[in-house]
Every structure is written in C-alpha cells, then in structure tokens.
C-alpha cells in the first residue's frame, strides 16, 4: 500500500473512531435518544476522494423499488431517521441524477420479499443530494445493524454497498462491517439526524 493511501486509511479510522466513542461510552448500542441532543449535525468530513467501499447485496435485493424519499409505512412506531448527504466523484464534484436504492429489515430484522416494505429508490439532485426517512432497522440474524444501498451515475456501473451505526456491539464482529462505512450521527432527537457521502470511482 502506498503511504499516502496509509494516511488516507488512518484518516478514514480516526474519523470513524470519532463518530463510535460518543455511542459506545453512552450504552454500547445504539439507542436512539442516548446521546445529549446536537442542534447541528456534525461537519462533513472534507471529500478526500477515495471511492466508497463495495460490499455483497445481501440475498434480500429486488429490482424495481418504488420512487419515493421516505420509506416510512403508517403504523410504524419505531424510531424514524433522517439519513441525506451528497453523490460525489473521486474528483469531489457532484454526480447529479445518480441513482440511489436503499432497502433495509424491518424493525425485528425481517425483510419484505413480497413487497416493497423499506425499499425505494431516488435521484440525486444538481448538487449531488439526497434525502430519505426511513425508521431504524432492526437487527437481521447474525448481522449487526445496517441498510443497504446501491449507488449508480448516470450510465455507469453501480456501486453496491451497506451503511453502519456507530456504537453498535456487533459491529466488530460482523464479517461484513468495515468502519468507513459507518454513519455521521448528528442530533439523536427524534427523528435521529445521520449523514454519508458516496463517492464513485468514474475514471
């Protein structure tokens, strides 16, 4: 490995070391409300150009989700999150109209296979942003907490990934975790603020 790809790693842990201790000294799991409330969401890091990690889409991915921003079904009493943050290139500029397709478990770990229950897909705007609400998800058997997500620019190859909770206790012994694709969780008032750039190789 080349030294400035070390600098950018150990970069990448320390943040994602910050973003775990305030969690982790709270319960060691991730509660929402655990944390004293923050008015403002942490600062995004500064884009650093390194690519977003891809990761295997699980067994539960279907095609063709409904186009909507929030993933939110009435009745849900669980806790509600806001996750946005931007599309960006190795370069640091925006991908507007790159496409974003989440889906996740429901709050007792169960997945819709029959339907499109915490599954939706939207466009990124000119500035390469995005929005969602979505509940928590629960925790899916013999994983820790996560949603997946799949990320593709206009004509481009797509980037499959999965997005992480800080203070999870099973983070670390899940086979799949990797901290750079941990959460920045801002104000935990209800709904839970989060954010995380994708960033995509398109050279």
């Not at 599954?119 to 705007?125: C, I, K, M, N």
């Given at each position: 490995m080349k030294s400035d790809q070390k600098v950018r790693l150990k970069r990448r842990?320390?943040?994602?070391?910050?973003?775990?201790?305030?969690?982790?000294?709270?319960?060691?799991?991730?509660?929402?409300?655990?944390?004293?409330?923050?008015?403002?969401?942490?600062?995004?890091?500064?884009?650093?150009?390194?690519?977003?990690?891809?990761?295997?889409?699980?067994?539960?991915?279907?095609?063709?989700?409904?186009?909507?921003?929030?993933l939110v079904e009435a009745g849900d009493s669980s806790d509600i999150m806001l996750l946005a943050g931007r599309v960006l290139s190795t370069s640091?500029?925006?991908?507007?109209?790159?496409?974003?397709?989440?889906?996740?478990?429901?709050?007792?770990?169960?997945?819709?296979?029959?339907?499109?229950?915490?599954?939706?897909?939207?466009?990124?705007?000119?500035?390469?942003?995005y929005s969602l609400e979505t509940l928590v998800p629960g925790l899916y058997p013999g994983r820790t907490r996560h949603i997946h997500v799949i990320v593709q620019a206009p004509n481009r190859r797509p980037v499959t990934t999965q997005l992480y909770f800080p203070g999870e206790r099973l983070n670390e012994r899940d086979f799949i975790f990797n901290p750079s694709l941990l959460l920045n969780v801002g104000d935990q008032s209800k709904p839970m603020r989060t954010q995380f750039d994708f960033v995509l190789n398109l050279g």
């Open positions: 842990e320390l943040l994602a070391a910050g973003a775990v201790l305030p969690l982790a000294l709270a319960t060691g799991t991730l509660t929402v409300g655990s944390l004293a409330p923050r008015t403002v969401l942490a600062a995004t890091p500064e884009c650093d150009g390194d690519p977003t990690l891809r990761q295997t889409a699980g067994p539960f991915f279907k095609p063709n989700s409904p186009s909507r921003g929030s640091c500029k925006p991908v507007a109209g790159a496409l974003i397709d989440f889906w996740h478990c429901d709050a007792k770990g169960n997945y819709d296979n029959r339907g499109y229950h915490y599954r939706g897909h939207q466009y990124a705007d000119a500035d390469g942003g």
